[in-house]
């Protein structure tokens, strides 16, 4: 993957170590001393990814407490996070280490019983998201409804109508038509995520809500000129 972030970026370690497209989204570093907490129930505080299972944080106290080299890691690992964008995905290289290690904690006769338990919190998260959130989507409206409800920037864009649109702060729009890269002058319009980036772009404001600003480029207004 460093191969490939280098073909694509020129930099192996983008978009650390200079300067970047995503630099307005850094932040100064912050060791965070409830991380263990925050990463099971206030998800808020790292980038509202799903929650971690509680044994997660259970294996980790058993490695410190067995002394494992695993607890070093971590440890190592939760003070780089200090200097990453606060989110819980890149902890996600401690789950199987921390895994291993809690299950060798466990005696023979209760393992088959402590994998029942480990599975369990899966299950249960999995049926109070369909309690919270409803069935899955079976319609356009619907789907545009729910989509909108998880990314709300969603709105703008289908303001665009299906023009080329630049997304500056919601880089889960890509998958629905909006890009990341790029200069501003490429495209017909330059969408700006408000909870995530506060530049504003050169151009013509069209739409705007709580969540986005969706701007007008001047090459499209010379294209609606001629």
């Known amino acids: 993957m460093y191969s490939v972030i280098l073909a ?23 060791l965070n001393l409830m991380l263990l907490w925050d990463l099971t129930f206030d998800r808020k505080c790292v980038n509202f990814q799903p929650p971690y299972s509680p044994l997660f944080a259970a294996g980790v106290l058993i490695a410190m407490v067995k002394r494992h080299w695993i607890a070093a890691l971590c440890i190592v690992y939760f003070v780089i996070f200090a200097f990453l964008p606060q989110d819980s995905r890149y902890l996600m290289p401690l789950i199987p280490l921390v895994s291993i290690v809690a299950a060798g904690a466990v005696p023979e006769r209760w393992r088959r019983a402590a ?60 998958y629905y038509g909006g890009e990341e890269r790029g200069r501003p002058e490429d495209f017909d319009y330059v969408l700006v995520s408000k909870r995530r980036y506060s530049t504003k ?12 600003e969706l701007w007008r480029t001047e090459r499209r207004s010379a294209t609606n000129a001629r």
């Open 8 to 30: 694509l970026s020129g930099s192996p370690l983008f978009p650390f170590l200079g300067h970047s497209e995503w630099a307005p989204f850094r932040q100064e570093p912050r």
């Open 115 to 174: 994998a029942i338990v480990a599975i369990a919190p899966a299950f249960a998260y999995a049926a109070f998201r369909i309690a919270k959130q409803g069935p899955p989507p079976i319609d356009a409206a619907q789907r545009a409804a729910y989509i909108e409800s998880r990314i709300p920037e969603y709105r703008a864009l289908q303001q665009a109508h299906g023009a080329r649109v630049l997304v500056r702060g919601a880089e889960q729009l890509r």
């Open 201 to 212: 772009p050169e151009g013509t404001l069209v739409y705007a809500d709580a969540a986005a």
